[in-house]
């Protein structure tokens, strides 16, 4: 690929690396990707992957910009007030890199709404924080072998799975947080999450960001071929230590 002199000011930093490169960078621009929730967690991933220079984004959300939203959702100004999400989101976007293309999509990702998968797609990120959009996620990937990152987190923990063809399924890492000690944020009560932890949340959903921003970097790392993504693991951030727990490992059962 021949790079422009404004691509190559834009991702110099990026090529210089060497898990990147100019093949690399040229991969990422034509990546295609669809991301699940333009909200706490969907803000920044969006940026940082926009940032990166992921060629297109699918976004997909049915929310609108409120008042509250821009405390909680970075990427959205009050400009945008009534705006949907992901038209909101999109215009961010495009103004951060002119090289990402985006088609937004207003609508609720449930089991009773038929969503289909772009044609072309590398890789689904999850920043939905729901258990239901998540498995059903995680059916229409593994139906046609695309690579799934769900993020997820309440104000105690956040927690990452990459989810591959033929691997482990997202029940069995959720079972297997369980039988670690931990709860999965998809699948509590948020309420009871959200009061049990008060004593030790973050900031806003500054923690939403983080987990976020993990979430990002494992995406472009999967895009990239490099290094080793959170594969076949469940990667846990204690919101009271401060510290991130790599050490749960997942088995493949019969449910997958």
Not at 26 to 33: G, K, P, S, T, V
Not at 147 to 160: D, K, S, T, Y
Request: proline share 5%; glycine share 8%; net charge neutral.
């Amino acid at each position: 690929m021949n790079f422009t002199e404004a691509q190559l000011d834009r991702y110099s930093r990026q090529i210089m690396l060497r898990e990147v490169g100019g093949s690399g960078q040229a991969r990422l621009l034509a990546a295609e990707m669809v991301l699940l929730g333009v909200g706490a967690m969907g803000s920044v991933a969006a940026l940082y992957l926009a940032g990166a220079g992921v060629g297109h984004l699918t976004l997909i959300d049915a929310g609108h910009v409120t008042p509250a939203t821009p405390a909680r959702d970075i990427i959205h100004t009050r400009q945008h007030l009534g705006t949907p999400k992901v038209v909101s989101a999109a215009q961010a976007l495009q103004a951060l890199n002119p090289d990402v293309r985006t088609t937004p999509i207003v609508t609720n990702l449930t089991g009773a709404v038929s969503v289909s998968l772009p044609e072309i797609c590398h890789l689904v990120l999850d920043c939905g924080n729901h258990a239901d959009t998540s498995h059903l996620l995680e059916k229409l990937c593994r139906q046609r072998n695309i690579p799934l990152i769900v993020a997820r987190w309440n104000p105690r923990q956040g927690e990452i799975y990459q989810i591959r063809p033929g691997g482990p399924c997202l029940a069995c890492m959720t079972q297997s947080l369980a039988d670690s000690g931990y709860f999965s944020s998809g699948e509590t009560d948020t309420v009871a999450a959200q009061a049990d932890a008060l004593d030790h949340a973050a900031p806003g959903s500054i923690l939403a960001g983080l987990v976020a921003s993990v979430a990002a970097t494992e995406s472009i790392k999967t895009l990239l071929s490099v290094a080793a993504p959170v594969t076949h693991s469940c990667l846990v951030f204690n919101a009271r230590s401060g510290a991130w727990d790599n050490s749960i490992t997942v088995s493949r059962s019969s449910c997958c």
